[in-house]
């Protein structure tokens, strides 16, 4: 049960992530979550919606995941280690916050799922 709702809180930022890359980016609000100045963020939004498509794949294997229950188990195992390599990578060439937001949620739930 724990394991399960750290999986769906996992899937929940990243669907956040998805709105904020392919909604949000261009504006006050997309500029502060990222720390954007206007200028680059309008050079960059086609890259952004592209990664927020990306993150959108890593909350749809999530969901699939608790979608078949036991059954997924292994779609769960796999798609949070992408989601903590992912984070791993976006803190060593961002910035260390998405270490905070994306790689601790997913080992926390990682834990709680192999021991489940």
């Known amino acids: 049960?724990?394991?399960n709702v750290l999986v769906g809180l996992v899937a929940l930022i990243h669907l956040?992530?998805?709105?904020?890359e392919m909604v949000l980016w261009d504006t006050p609000r997309g500029h502060k979550a990222f720390s954007l100045t206007p200028e680059f963020a309008s050079a960059s939004k086609v890259l952004a919606a592209n990664q927020g498509l990306y993150?959108?794949?890593?909350a749809a294997g999530l969901i699939w995941g608790l979608y078949l229950g036991e059954a997924g188990f292994q779609i769960k195992m796999f798609f949070l280690l992408c989601v903590a390599i992912a984070g791993l990578y976006g803190a060593a060439t961002v910035g260390r916050k998405i270490l905070f937001i994306q790689t601790v949620p997913a080992a926390l739930a990682l834990i709680a799922l192999a021991l489940s």
């Open 1 to 3: 049960m724990i394991a």
């Open 16 to 20: 956040y992530i998805v709105y904020l």
């Open 55 to 58: 993150n959108g794949f890593l």
